[in-house]
């Protein structure tokens, strides 16, 4: 088993059981013991478990978000080709709303130069990035910063959603699951991503693997609400079949 394979399996039991010891995962999964506290600390350093005396537990049991920049140094080469596979999805002109987060920054980046386009953005960073980009119109959202995400939330962000209307909007997503639909730690972000959805023709959601399957505090949409995930080639066919059946469509990178 090669550790991907392995620190999927570690996770897919501590979200199973609710913890995961060291000694019986090293025992049933034939590794040493230091094996497997690699593995929880590189679990723990992608935002997926945290680490406890003896073995860890998934951040959602903990409601633990991690920071914008922790997240923004795991699964890099997947982040990216999601990005890639959402430029497919761009209009050829129109409006598009970018939700703050690691994956979306990326397709930010891969923005194509050969159209116009205006951003609705609620990230100051993305706003930034973008503005200085001649083929694009860039609208960022008022608000209260959350420093953990550099989100703008609230009340500031709310109202000017409620007046537009986009061609698409790309979102991000701590948890997506059949069960509880989308999710997030924060109610505030909860709520600009449901006006999101709301201000859209179409949603999509961009999400690595390791996010399908979460539960986190805030819902902010069921999965028939968006139209398209885009994940990575770490998704099981089962979970993408699962997700299919509940509404949108899904495509691996």
């Given amino acids: 088993m090669y550790a991907e394979e392995r620190q999927q399996e570690i996770t897919r039991l501590a979200r199973a059981n609710g913890r995961v010891d060291v000694a019986a995962l090293a025992e049933s999964l034939n590794v040493t013991a230091e094996t497997i506290r690699r593995d929880l600390t590189s679990l723990e350093r992608a935002g997926v478990l945290r680490r406890v005396h003896g073995g860890a537990i998934p951040v959602e049991r903990i409601g633990f978000e991690p920071a914008l920049a922790t997240r923004d140094t795991v699964l890099t080469s997947e982040k990216e080709r999601i990005a890639k596979a959402a430029v497919a999805e761009l209009p050829e002109e129109g409006a598009i709303i970018l939700d703050a987060g690691t994956t979306t920054a990326r397709l ?18 993305l706003a930034t990035t973008l503005s200085v980009r001649n083929n694009l119109h860039v609208l960022l959202l008022g608000g209260r910063v959350r420093a953990r995400t550099m989100a703008t ?47 859209a023709r179409r949603s999509i959601v961009l999400a690595d693997h390791t996010k399908i399957g979460n539960d986190y505090l805030a819902r902010f949409g069921r999965l028939a609400d968006i139209d398209l995930l885009i994940t990575d080639a770490g998704l099981n066919e089962d979970l993408v079949a699962e997700v299919e059946t509940a509404g949108p469509r899904v495509v691996r990178a």
Avoid: H
Avoid at 108 to 125: C, F, G, I, K, M
Avoid at 167 to 185: I, K, M, Q, Y
């Fill in 108 to 125: 930010a980046q891969v923005l194509p130069t050969d159209r116009e386009l205006t951003v609705v953005v609620n990230s100051p960073a």
């Fill in 153 to 199: 939330v609230d009340d500031w962000a709310l109202r000017p959603l409620a007046d537009i209307y986009v061609d698409v909007a790309f979102l991000g997503t701590n948890g997506c699951s059949v069960e509880r639909g989308l999710t997030t730690p924060d109610p505030a972000e909860a709520a600009v991503k449901r006006a999101m959805i709301g201000a």
